[in-house]
């Protein structure tokens, strides 16, 4: 693909972004792209600059420079409420479902933001194992259950862009593999999704692009048919 073409059509456009928490300088210039339509994955050692990334975007940091372009419109220097508006969900890794609310309240709570979001009944398909369990508490559902309710808040809401951090972080081997199967379904439905990852196994199944991140700045990008070719250099990277 020409240099320009991945430009034209990119959803989100990171380009030599600082970031900062107080006096720590944690980014270092990332620059990235994420096209319509792709599932890209951030992948790296704890502390190279992941969820950091994410949280730029979002506005969640003290101080940012540089350019975040979401749809050609730039984030920085937008007032955080702003920008999940826009179309831009974010399922942190801590999850931030409400566990004193049901599975119900969870998924009706977030304001529907745009036209186009899912449907209770439609994330139930997606989720079979919230199915039938609406009126049950969020503290009552396995850690497994829980993710997919954090992921499921955000289909409603209309956003094209979803934010996944560490969606799999110490879930059982089939229960990743049904987050495996509702990230797959979502990229055919037309989201864009961007995941933070540790398991590159996973991500290798999902993913159509990996960039590798290091002390705050990206220094590698790798589309998922050339992985297995460059498998002793992310072991490198990835310290595995």
Known sequence: MPDGAMTKTAMLDIADLQGFYGESHVLHGVSLEVRQGEVVTLLGRNGAGKTSTMRAVMGIMGKRTGSIRFQGQELIGMAQHKIPRLGIGYVPEERGIFSSLSVDENLTLPPVIKDGGMTVEQIYDLFPNLKGRGSTQGTRLSGGEQQMLAIA?????GATLILL????????PVIIEQIGVAVR???????TIVLVEQNFRFA???????YVMEEGHVVDMIPNDQLE???GKLHTYLGV
């Open 229 to 231: 070719a460059n498998m």
């Open 153 to 157: 808040r955000i289909l409603r809401t």
């Open 204 to 210: 290798a199944t999902i993913a159509d692009r990996h």
């Open 165 to 172: 951090d560490e969606p799999t972080e110490g879930l059982a």
């Open 185 to 191: 379904a979502l990229k055919a439905r037309g989201f």
